[in-house]
């Protein structure tokens, strides 16, 4: 017994210190990219914050293009963000763009002062840029250091930094702009925030168990066996599988599954609010209870689906392919339901359409294992690419759904027009999670071999040699009907 807890290494080993770094890097990221919604508000209005610092006068269309702006960079680099981490790791992709963060945030009151919302926009764009390189290297980075029976724990525990990050941007940022600091504060917290994970990250962190110092031999065999790698595995450099990956099936049941959550995010987040302000003649946006619940209620029920996770895989009672399609269900058609539910409440059921909005995202936490970390299971030495690729095409929905509700809603207190936008994204969770449960997997693919590619290699290089022989032949048989 004392034998089998050896080889699986300390209980709690740096593979979760990882973990943690992981979960700080998406949390300080993520306050970095959602108190903008908080300092807009504060800077174009004194009496929420403090008067003693300037106040603009921008239109809402200026508003609208600062907290767009984000988005149009942050999807730009998603693909790119797949090839870089792959070449130089994750320890030096995943400092960039918080150090990036942390600089261009701290350059942020200087800048508005001096170029107004225009160079506000500008710097979230660039920020956006730089952020596009991360969830790349979260999963890479989760891939090298997650073995299969902790990669639901230190997955959803990693994932969850996103949750964090969201109460906290919508907590504190507004108690700053009230504070001596003023708005700007709200720009120096998010710097600092960012700066001291990126020497954390530096002090700590290591691209894969074989190359960290602080790791033990136990942990560091542990990873490494359960992963299948033998020595030198780290310096290999395998080529990505194009063709097999865009045949494959379970590839594409994982985009679309995960571009419905695209989908369903920029609703929920987006859309939900403005319907219960135009509909139910809530002012949501001005309440942070409000809008902080539903990201507390995700951030909870995730170790929530975590625990059950855990029991239903400790007992055996099903299949991981069965366990992440299972979750994965509950996590898209209970909120297509509560969608469906919510357009149909009146003025006067507010609480209960607080309770489902609350509900809705709850339910919707189970997605990371449902879906997320299917994208490891199928791919660990590609995962950092195909993450590219699927939050690439995911983060392009957030982007076109605004324009389609535009369409649709004319009159932002037609409750009929509303209950056609929800109909809509409850189809688009149905039909996702349809498709992952016929074609989906967590089978690992046989394109993910690092020699996938060799046997293909090595008949091209008979078929080479063969004709060369045949070659030379002609040759020496030409060679010999001339010296006849």
Not at 182 to 190: A, L
Not at 433 to 443: A, E, H, K, R, S
């Amino acid at each position: 017994m004392g034998t089998d807890l050896e080889n699986k290494g300390p209980c709690l080993g740096i593979r979760h210190l990882q973990a943690v770094l992981l979960f700080l890097a998406i949390a300080v990221n993520y306050i970095a990219r959602l108190n903008v919604s908080v300092a807009v508000v504060a800077m174009t209005d004194a009496a929420t914050s403090n008067p003693d610092f300037p106040e603009y006068d921008w239109s809402e269309a200026q508003k609208s293009y600062i907290l767009s702006s984000f988005y149009w960079g942050y999807i730009v680099t998603q693909f790119p963000a797949g090839f870089l981490v792959r070449r130089y790791g994750a320890k030096l992709v995943l400092f960039i763009p918080t150090f990036a963060t942390a600089l261009l945030s701290c350059l942020t009151p200087v800048c508005i002062s001096w170029g107004g919302w225009l160079a506000f926009s500008v710097l979230r764009l660039i920020i956006g840029l730089f952020q596009g390189l991360i969830f790349p290297c979260i999963h890479e980075h989760l891939a090298k250091w997650s073995p299969p029976k902790d990669r639901n724990r230190l997955g959803v525990f990693a994932y969850s930094g996103s949750d964090c990050g969201s109460v906290m941007a919508m907590a504190i940022s507004g108690l700053i702009a009230e504070s001596s600091l003023g708005w700007p504060g709200i720009s120096y917290v998010s710097a600092g925030l960012c700066g001291i994970w990126c020497i954390l990250w530096l002090l700590l962190a290591a691209d894969n168990a074989p190359s960290s110092r602080l790791i033990g031999d136990d942990e560091r065999d542990y990873i490494e066996r359960s992963m299948r790698r033998n020595d030198g595995f780290h310096d290999q450099k395998i080529a990505i599988p194009w063709r097999a990956i865009w045949t494959s099936a379970p590839f594409y049941a994982l985009l679309v599954v995960r571009s419905a959550q695209g989908w369903a995010n920029s609703t929920m987040q987006l859309q939900t609010p403005a319907y219960m302000h135009g509909v139910l003649e809530m002012d949501i946006k001005s309440n942070a209870l409000y809008s902080a619940l539903p990201f507390l209620a995700m951030w909870c029920m995730s170790y929530v689906y975590l625990a059950i996770a855990d029991l239903i895989m400790a007992r055996k009672w099903m299949s991981l392919t069965t366990l992440r399609k299972s979750i994965n269900t509950i996590s898209y058609w209970g909120p297509a339901a509560a969608l469906i539910g919510i357009g149909f409440l009146d003025k006067s059921q507010t609480s209960l359409a607080i309770a489902l909005m609350t509900i809705n995202a709850g339910l919707n936490a189970g997605s990371g294992i449902g879906s997320i970390l299917t994208i490891i299971d199928m791919s660990p030495n590609h995962s950092g690419m195909l993450m590219a690729i699927v939050n690439g095409v995911g983060n392009i929905f957030p982007l076109l759904t605004p324009l389609l509700v535009g369409v649709i809603v004319t009159e932002p207190s037609s409750r009929t027009q509303w209950q056609i936008v929800f109909a809509l994204t409850a189809i688009v969770f149905f039909i996702g999670n349809l498709v992952y449960i016929i074609w989906g997997t967590t089978d690992q693919q046989p394109w993910d071999a690092v020699d996938f590619l060799k046997p293909r290699d090595a008949e091209q290089q008979q078929q080479q040699q063969q004709q060369q022989q045949q070659m030379e032949l002609w040759k020496e048989k030409s060679k010999s009907e001339k010296e006849i």
